[in-house]
């Protein structure tokens, strides 16, 4: 059974970094048939993918235009994790973040993480 | 990007209806669809996957149908712990995009 365990901060300063973590019980960060994900959830929003990263021989990254030059998501092999890191944030990136799985051909989120609320605020 | 288009937004339906929900998506993406069911303050639960696949320990009165734009998913016999917001996604390539949700009151 897989599971995704988010951490972070629930409370960032206008213009400071959001960083979150998801660590991976029941698969490896590595896995050749996943990619792994973060995805926000906001009113205004909507649900909104953010990017992924996955390992194909090599690492590859993928970000959602809405919020390139911000972000950087990153594997971390020797804890079977992967993070978030979202700088310059507003009171617009204000949601709920979610870390899930992608997996096989047809891709689809079959495990997702708890979520964490976070609030943009000084 | 792909859009996503879902109808209605929102629905309420006695126990025991036929619920349809509709996505349609602005180019085509094959049979790459999948739907999900949200519960308030939960992460979505995937229902159905490829356009038709039931996800392993979901109830077999889900059911879903469509290629290329158009989409659909079936709620037979409609139980009160089907309540929910429902939502359609693309993964057909990068960006994965959702469509708006579709809101289930019994």
């Known amino acids: 059974q897989v599971q995704l365990q988010q951490s972070g901060p629930g409370l960032v300063e206008p213009s400071q970094t959001l960083s979150l973590t998801c660590a991976i019980s029941?698969?490896?960060?590595?896995?050749?048939?996943?990619?792994w994900n973060w995805i926000r959830q906001s009113p205004s929003r909507g649900l909104e993918w953010l990017g992924w990263t996955y390992y194909r021989s090599t690492w590859y990254n993928d970000y959602a235009q809405s919020v390139r030059g911000r972000i950087t998501i990153t594997p971390d092999t020797s804890k079977n994790q992967f993070s978030l890191q979202l700088n310059s944030v507003t009171p617009d990136d204000t949601a709920v973040y979610f870390c899930?799985?992608?997996?096989?051909?047809?891709?689809?989120?079959?495990?997702w993480g708890q979520g964490t609320l976070v609030t943009v605020s000084s | 990007d792909i859009q996503m288009t879902q109808s209605p937004s929102s629905l309420s339906a006695s126990i025991g209806n036929r619920v349809t929900i509709t996505c349609r998506t602005s180019?085509?993406?094959?049979?790459?669809l999948n739907w999900y069911q949200q519960k308030p303050g939960k992460a979505p639960n995937l229902l159905i996957y490829a356009a038709s696949s039931l996800q392993t320990g979901v109830p077999s009165r889900f059911s879903g149908s469509g290629s290329g734009t158009h989409f659909t998913l079936t709620i037979n016999s409609l139980q009160r712990e089907d309540s929910g917001t429902y939502y359609c996604?693309?993964?057909?390539?990068?960006?994965?995009?959702f469509g708006q949700g579709t809101r289930v009151e019994i």
């Open positions: 029941g698969d490896s960060v590595s896995s050749n048939s996943a990619t």
């Open positions: 996604q693309q993964s057909f390539g990068a960006p994965r995009t």
């Open positions: 180019q085509s993406v094959g049979g790459n």
């Open positions: 899930a799985r992608d997996w096989g051909y047809w891709g689809y989120f079959d495990y």
